[in-house]
């Protein structure tokens, strides 16, 4: 009942990021999912008593719910660019796509993966309708920050599915990826921060203007 | 553990050998043409040369005597590549350029083709070496026998400059430094043969007889394709070129003979037609070498390349002309040289193969017969015409006339590969014997009853009975005539002061043959006139050309339709990074899509 709860609140989320206009909202949609992320994690802990899974749980609040939104903002802030998001797909549209790829997601859960337990099966459609809108995030938006989003979204969908599927991944694998997940992110910032003093903006629609 | 690394490095046969004695025989007195050749360049220039030729010719050498096909594979890339730099040597002129990336181009597509052969065979017989390669060839399936079949010929084929894949010679030959021209026309597109032979007879072979007969077809089409471009090109250097593609041709013929009886079980006329085409090989790579070797004495005394503009040569540089004289006598087949002995062989070898087969064989061997017979007649015409225009008549241009004899290093260059080449033609009684066991210990065959007695007298007679004629017609011209003798300018029919613009020029000695082959050449002409006004003609222009006709209904459909797909595929590629990310996901959706419906 609760784990259903969980993904429910994780799903909500990620609905919320889809359908996020601006930029700050679309990162603190981001925030909800990681601290729903976290308390998956947390629930998976308590329910296998794994110390491990305790430690990654409070990575993830700390890293996602916090510094990685935190980065985010104030790179934002710095830059000063404007809120728009630059949506190449509207709200509403993106909803009924999102609503599109999550039935897929549970037919291929239902039909491909063929698992007993109902509620693994549902946490397997949800992973992957996560990194379905992950990716949908990067396509369909058009500033820089929405690809980084969409990325990490995608990367808490992969989380996800692998703690489904296999009750996690070994532990260092996890700490490998959070590490990755947070240089990732100061690369990006810096690098985002660049883009914008060269280019005056951090549209990557306009990128098409590099090509020789 | 798979075997890897081949057990057997190098591999000494008498094939090898041979080999190796005809890149001896070119490579050195074109070493010793370059000394005089080069002596303008700088110093850095100078090292470069050498370097290059050292490894080139190494290069050939290895690829002979390889024991494996990665060895073979390593030493034919490197032989490539440092052909390529040698043909753009003068990378200063854009033609060189241009003729090296062609070349480039074509040389690796055959590469590839090489490559994907060796390692199929690799793949069956789990070792790159020759006798594990021969062994496990037997089991293999008929079709991927000819799969690989294919492959190799094309390969080889690329490098020996076989119609229709022959496009690269008139340009890479040309571009090349003399000695180079001489070395790649001589030797690196016989070390293409050289694959041929050591893997269709010696390794793989004896194939299916349609093996044979599509190595003969092919050469049969080299040989008048080859002749007939030459007929059409004024530039002396891309003639040879022509008349290289013309002389593999003829190669193929023996070559292409040989597998053919050879897998009939024919062993003699196998034997004869081998040691045909072996003899045609040393040949050409004699007099070719020599005659490209005259060009760049031509060139360096003259700076002209261009036939029209030559004339009156044989008064300023003697020596040339009558090196030039001699290897244009051996490539058109005349009978004390050595192209008369290995033509004749040819022939003698597609007539005991009439007497040898029934039916349609019969008819194919008395028509490569016909081919070879006009081949050779066209290649004397060629060649009246490259001489005669060249040498003869008086200068057509300022340079023709300061042009002054080469150096000594040039010279004994030359002289180095001529008298082989009448050594060739008159000994053919010392060198058949030594060709006929290479041919029986390639073919395997233990005992082939040939006689060479004919061969050792016959060009010995010949040279005897011209030699009296000759001198006996000098005589009674020289003294017989003695009161009737009248002294007019070079060329002048007896006119008075016609000037070397009213000279025969090549194009003229061509059009009989424009007119003949131009269902095949296809001329055209382009005339330009400016006038001032309707009356007055200020100036008129006018051209014949010929339509390169590989060129422009095989290669130049090929490279439109790779452009079109090129620049089609451009189009997946705009530079949105939203539609990169979008390719990925549509792939991934799909997956999904196919497991979840499946």
Known sequence: MMLSIILSGFLVATFLLVVAKRITALIRSFRIQAIFLSLYALYMGLSQRHLEMFIVCGLIFVLKAIVIPFVLLRIIRRINVEEDLGLLVNPQLSLIIALGFTYLSYLFAHNAMALTDPVESAALAVSITVVCLGFFIMVSRMKAVAQIIGLLVMENGIFLAASAISGGMPFFVEIAFFFDIFVFVIIIEVFVYKVNRLFTHIDTSKMKSLKG | ?598
């Not at chain 2, 082989?420 to 053919?428: E, K, N, R, S, T």
């Not at chain 2, 002294?487 to 016609?498: E, F, I, R, V």
Request: overall charge positive.
């Open chain 2, 1 to 598: 553990m798979i075997n890897f690394l081949p057990k057997q490095l190098f591999f000494f046969d008498p094939l090898a050998v041979f080999f190796l004695v005809v890149i001896g025989l070119v490579c050195v007195p074109s070493a010793i043409f370059s000394i005089g050749y080069l002596r303008a360049e700088s110093l850095k220039r100078k090292i470069l040369s050498w370097v290059l030729l050292i490894i080139f010719a190494f290069s050939m050498c290895s690829v002979v005597l390889s024991g494996n096909m990665l060895l073979f594979l390593i030493c034919w890339e490197v032989m490539s590549l440092v052909s390529y730099f040698l043909v753009v040597f003068d990378f200063k002129q854009e033609k060189s350029i241009r003729a090296g990336i062609i070349y480039l181009v074509m040389t690796h597509a055959g590469t590839a083709c090489l490559m994907a052969a060796f390692f199929i065979l690799y793949n069956h017989a789990g070792s790159f070496d020759y006798a594990a390669v021969k062994q496990s060839f037997m089991l293999l399936t008929p079709q991927l026998r000819n799969i690989i079949f294919l492959l190799l010929f094309i390969g080889f084929a690329t490098k020996a400059g076989v119609v229709p894949l022959h496009i690269w010679l008139p340009y890479a030959h040309p571009q090349a430094p003399a000695h180079i021209s001489s070395i790649m026309s001589g030797v690196m597109i016989k070390v293409g043969i050289y694959g041929m032979m050591r893997f269709f007879i010696t390794l793989l072979g004896p194939g299916p007889a349609w093996w044979g007969a599509f190595i003969l077809a092919l050469g049969i089409v080299s040989c008048l394709v080859g002749v007939i471009y030459a007929l059409m090109d004024h530039d002396l250097k891309k003639l040879l070129a022509y008349h290289s593609v013309e002389n593999i041709g003829i190669i193929l013929l023996g070559l292409g003979t040989a597998m053919f009886f050879g897998s009939r079980g024919k062993t003699v006329v196998a034997v004869l037609a081998m040691c045909a085409g072996l003899y045609h090989l040393v040949n050409h790579a004699l007099f070719k070498g020599l005659l490209f070797l005259c060009s760049g004495s031509v060139f360096k005394a003259s700076g002209l390349r261009d036939m029209e503009k030559m004339g009156g040569l044989i008064k300023k540089m003697p020596m040339t002309a009558l090196f030039f004289l001699i290897g244009a006598m051996g490539i058109s087949a005349l009978p004390p040289l050595n192209g008369f002995v290995s033509e004749w062989l040819t022939f003698q070898a597609f007539f005991s193969g009439v007497l040898e087969s029934q039916g349609w064989v019969k008819i194919f061997m008395v028509l490569s017969a016909a081919a070879l017979a006009m081949t050779s007649g066209l290649a004397a015409a060629c060649f009246v015409k490259a001489f005669g225009i060249s040498f003869l008549g008086s200068p057509r241009s300022v340079r023709a006339q300061d042009a002054k004899e080469c150096g000594f290093s040039m010279k004994a260059g030359m002289a180095l590969l001529a008298i082989p080449v009448i050594l060739f033609g008159i000994g053919a009684g010392f060198i058949m014997p030594i060709l006929l066991s290479i041919s029986r210990a390639a073919l395997g065959v233990e005992k082939a009853d040939i006689s060479v007695r004919l061969l050792s007298v016959l060009p010995a007679m010949i040279a005897v009975i011209l030699l009296v004629i000759g001198s006996a017609v000098f005589l009674w011209f020289r003294f017989g005539l003695r009161n009737k003798r009248v002294s007019y300018n070079t060329w002048d029919c007896g006119y008075y002061s016609l000037d070397s613009r009213n000279e025969y020029t090549a194009t003229a000695f061509s059009k009989p043959f424009r007119i003949a082959f131009s269902f095949f050449l296809l001329p055209y002409r382009k005339s330009e006139k400016i006038r001032d006004s309707f009356y007055h003609v200020r100036k008129f222009t006018y051209e014949t050309h010929t339509t390169s006709v590989f060129k422009r209904f095989l290669y130049e459909p090929l490279l439109r339709l790779i452009y079109s797909t090129a620049f089609k595929m451009r189009k997946l590629q705009p530079g949105s990074i939203h539609l990169y990310i979008f390719y990925i996901f549509a792939t991934l959706v799909g997956l999904i899509t196919i497991a979840a419906i499946f």
